[in-house]
């Protein structure tokens, strides 16, 4: 008679079977990014859900909720994160963003002397801002003659509007919410998915990207991180829009870099431009512009991703310990000598 190996050669392959599942599921989940553990998001909601995909079988550190920068804060009390240098993995964000097709445009203005900033600016960004992903420039200009010249990356492009000279400095940096309110409103609003609204007298030293993408984003100034909020230089003048009492406040915002989806810099801009309009009406100009208003509306419509220092310092020559990373910076000038009206 002969034997039937049959049964032996099922049961065999069930154990193989079941033996490779477990295995995987157990020992690989820590190192593969389509798992349970990624981001604590579950098997049961998944990325996809959320609009977030990586690659599968890409390899990066495990995610930890007991290791990280402990020197700094990195989540603000209304549970928004705050992005330092240290608290995302640069690999992973990208592959996640990457299969998204985004398009981030970025708002300069360089009116008068300003435009010698540009070639810096924009040779500095095509080395380091949202590399590898399409961005769109949009730059304001009275001189559009005196644009640089400048080899853009694939599917990099800039687009120059000009506008009307200004004799006022405080007209020019306050008059950009008006323009980007303008811009937001319709041209790009099925053009591009984010946005970014950055002084043009800066330089970019290193990465500057996707860990920065959300639904409306603030840069924490880098003067003021480590004060008090009643040492803020927030307008304190009742009379005007932009008035904060001393007692409130969270952060004081740069005004050199803001950001986030079309919808939510639209509302920004224009409430900021309606609220400056209010106090031209009374005579009234907030101490420090536009940034003044810009304060205001974050302390009422908090961001929904905070930006640490890195993100616009102060001078590329000071350090600082919290600081590890200089990614985006003003770069010194002479305010009597450029502007116009000093
Ligand atoms: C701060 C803010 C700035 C604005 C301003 C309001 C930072 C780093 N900067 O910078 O965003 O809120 O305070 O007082 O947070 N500009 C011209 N031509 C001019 C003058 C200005 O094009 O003649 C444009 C240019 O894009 C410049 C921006 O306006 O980057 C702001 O002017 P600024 O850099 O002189 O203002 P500043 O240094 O006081």
């Known amino acids: ?37 990624t981001n604590g998001i579950t098997k049961e909601k998944p990325h996809k859900d959320l609009g977030l995909h990586s690659l599968p079988g890409l ?15 990195c989540v603000t009390p209304w549970l928004a994160p705050i992005v330092w240098e240290g ?73 120059v509007q000009t506008v009307p000279k200004m004799d006022r400095w405080q007209d020019i940096t306050m008059g950009r919410m008006e323009m980007i309110a303008k811009l937001t409103e319709s041209e790009l609003v099925n053009e591009v998915d984010y946005i970014f609204c950055l002084d043009v007298d800066t330089k970019f030293y290193a990465r500057w990207s996707v860990e920065a993408l959300g639904s409306l984003v603030g840069v924490i100034h880098p003067w003021f991180f480590n004060y008090p909020r009643d040492q803020f230089t927030y307008e304190r003048r009742p009379e005007s829009q932009a008035f904060i009492p001393p007692e409130e406040g969270d ?68 350090h600082s310990d919290t600081i590890k990373t200089i990614r985006f910076c003003s770069v010194e000038k002479d305010v009597a000598e450029v502007r116009p009206n000093l």
């Open 59 to 73: 390899l990066y550190k495990q995610s930890s909720v007991l290791n990280g920068r402990a020197d700094v804060v």
């Open 251 to 318: 952060f004081y915002y740069a005004g050199g870099a803001f950001g986030g989806s079309i919808q939510e810099v639209h509302k920004l801009t224009k409430t900021c431009n309606e609220q400056q309009k209010i106090d031209a009406a009374k005579s009234i100009e907030a101490i420090w512009h536009d940034e003044s208003h810009l304060n205001k509306y974050f302390l009422y419509n908090k961001p929904t991703k905070a930006l640490s220092p890195e993100y616009l310092w102060r001078n590329i020559n000071a």
């Open 1 to 37: 008679m002969r034997p039937n190996f049959f049964p032996l050669v099922f049961v065999g392959v069930l154990l193989i079977g079941l033996f490779y599942l477990g295995f995987n599921s157990i020992w690989l989940s820590d190192f593969r990014c389509n798992t349970p553990q």
């Open 87 to 159: 608290t995302f993995d640069p690999t992973l964000i990208d592959s996640i963003y990457k299969q998204q097709n985004i398009t981030i445009a970025t708002t300069i203005f360089a009116l008068g002397k300003y435009t010698r900033f540009l070639k810096d600016f924009l040779e500095s960004a095509e080395q380091h801002f949202f590399v590898g992903f399409q961005v769109h420039y949009y730059l304001f200009t009275d001189q559009p003659e005196a644009v640089p010249d400048i080899k853009f990356g694939e599917e990099r492009q800039l687009k």
